[in-house]
């Protein structure tokens, strides 16, 4: 099992045609990704090669979906027309939009989140500024390097990509179901409590991994739902004990005012609701082994 991606998705790229589209997607065929074309409306008609694959570029979301049966889209466009790109998937209700790019102002993300809910959320959307969504032996979706983990019974959602990678590498003799990087900025699509709830529903997902960030509640949040309809094990960790106050640190959604959104804060909260936080990465992934073990 995993969650929201798995050996069924049937991915599109929207942006295969440009550099970052290219590379990306030669990485998740490799993996075994079942892409199935991209959408480039200057270049529709056309097709790519990517390492023996002949894609299809179409001019729309709608009619790549018609053609291919498409149920997931990976968006590697430039921050400038990302939002037209998210605003194509969500009318097409497509039933996930995973936003690659970084430096998408915040008030296009603001428009195509009140957009997609507007339509009944038929568009999940995953970011952005997120590495994406990873099953290991099943499907990628996204930048997550493929060869870091093996399938396995840990499901894992971050704000951080790099972090992502690092307790995949961690936890990697015991595997992971799925990993979710929902990204950092201020508005994001799918959060903690989306991939906690899909975790908890999941019969092979045995205990999640959560990492988050300084900046906002979403981690406060998180705990209150955890305590309330969680009963698998979770451990976390909250990056930036050390940052200091008023400086934005990485993500734009990181920003610490006062005692508001700060990580001791964030680990007290989650704390209280029964989850036991690291004070690095490594150590969340030990404690992660020690429950592991217990279970």
């Given at each position: 099992m995993s969650i929201f991606l798995d050996e069924n998705s049937k991915i599109i790229v929207q942006g295969l045609t440009g550099s970052e589209g290219t590379k990306h997607a030669t990485r998740m065929l490799a993996s075994g990704s079942n892409i199935v074309g991209g959408v480039n409306p200057r270049k529709a008609g056309t097709t790519v090669e990517i390492d023996g694959a002949t894609l299809p570029i179409?001019?729309?979301?709608?009619?790549?979906?018609q053609e291919t049966g498409a149920n997931v889209s990976v968006i590697f466009v430039p921050p400038a027309f990302a939002k037209s790109a998210v605003l194509e998937a969500v009318d097409a209700e497509i039933p996930l939009a995973i936003v690659i790019t970084e430096g998408i102002p915040v008030h296009d993300s603001a428009q195509f989140w009140a957009h997609a809910k507007?339509?009944?959320?038929?568009?999940?959307?995953?970011g952005p500024n997120c590495p994406g969504i990873i099953s290991p032996g099943k499907s990628n979706a996204g930048i997550i390097p493929a060869t870091i983990t093996g399938a396995g019974p840990i499901g894992l959602v971050s704000k951080s990509g790099t972090l992502t990678y690092q307790m995949m590498f961690e936890l990697r003799e015991i595997g992971i179901s799925t990993a979710v990087g929902i990204g950092g900025d201020p508005i994001i699509g799918t959060t903690h409590i989306d991939a906690l709830a899909a975790f908890e529903q999941d019969p092979e997902t045995k205990a999640i991994v959560m990492i988050g960030e300084i900046g906002g509640d979403a981690e406060e949040r998180a705990a209150d739902f955890i305590r309330e309809n969680v009963t698998k094990p979770v451990v976390a960790y909250v990056a930036g004990f050390t940052a200091p106050e008023g400086k934005t640190m990485g993500h734009a959604g990181a920003i610490v005012s006062g005692s508001s959104g700060t990580a001791q804060a964030k680990k007290e909260a989650l704390e209280a609701a029964g989850v036991r936080v690291g004070k690095t990465p490594s150590e969340t992934a030990s404690l992660m082994r020690e429950v592991f073990a217990n279970l």
């Open positions: 179409f001019g729309t979301v709608a009619e790549a979906m507007a339509k009944g959320n038929a568009t999940r959307i995953v």
